[in-house]
């Protein structure tokens, strides 16, 4: 090693005799931000996918071997499907947070029209269960989100979701009365689960003022 100052021959300290110069040490960047899933998160998703595999073959050869026309193991293999990448693909965090939720969202909403495209006369659907299932969809994706953006605390995703729950309730109310008007109990348990939320938020702020003033 040379001293980048004068040229000198640096002795084993990096402090060169002639000028003094301290040898500049490289600063490491941190690549945990580049670094892939984390082995926890692998083994997770190994787990999960091999406790995936046996039910959804057990249910394919089963379908294979007593039928011959209309096959059901689709709507098996669909359900674990959506299951493995709203389950696992939060942990494994490969993708952004915005994208995770966005390919948990497709999922949820592929797995539904393809329900629909397998019985073909759903009407009911469309009109009243369609809603409620894409509200979910959006929740899920949220929650999804929130889980591995890394950004938020365990107390502020328990509110969002007891948060969610209460305006499902009024929802599923409001789909059957077709009236906002004319909600009689949603109101009353939503205001439970939302107070619940508002707890879990205040426990969330209290945790980080805790952790400010130990930094």
């Not at 999922?107 to 329900?115: C, D, E, R």
């Not at 439970?192 to 969330?204: D, R």
């Amino acid at each position: 090693m040379f001293c980048p100052k004068c040229g000198k021959q640096l002795p084993p300290d990096g402090i060169c005799p002639g000028c003094n110069t301290v040898e500049a040490t490289p600063v490491k960047k941190d690549n945990k931000l580049r670094r892939g899933p984390s082995d926890g998160a692998r083994s997770y998703a190994a787990i999960f996918t091999a406790l995936l595999v046996f039910p959804t073959s057990l249910c394919v050869a089963i379908d294979l071997s007593f039928h011959r026309y209309d096959f059901w193991f689709g709507y098996i293999i669909g359900a674990a499907i959506v299951v493995w990448v709203c389950a696992v693909l939060p942990g494994l965090r490969i993708t952004p947070a915005p994208v995770t939720a966005l390919i948990c969202f497709a999922s949820i909403i592929g797995y539904i029209f393809y329900i629909v495209y397998k019985t073909g006369h759903l009407d009911w659907l469309f009109k009243q269960a369609l809603p409620l299932l894409i509200l979910f969809a959006v929740f899920v994706a949220i929650d999804v989100a929130m889980v591995s953006s890394k950004k938020f605390e365990w107390m502020a995703i328990l509110s969002a979701i007891s948060f969610e729950i209460g305006i499902y309730i009024i929802a599923i109310e409001a789909t059957y009365t077709k009236s906002l008007t004319e909600l009689h109990w949603s109101p009353i348990v939503a205001c439970g689960f939302i107070s619940v939320a508002a707890v879990f938020l205040a426990f969330s702020y209290i945790g980080k003022l805790g952790k400010n003033k130990k930094q």
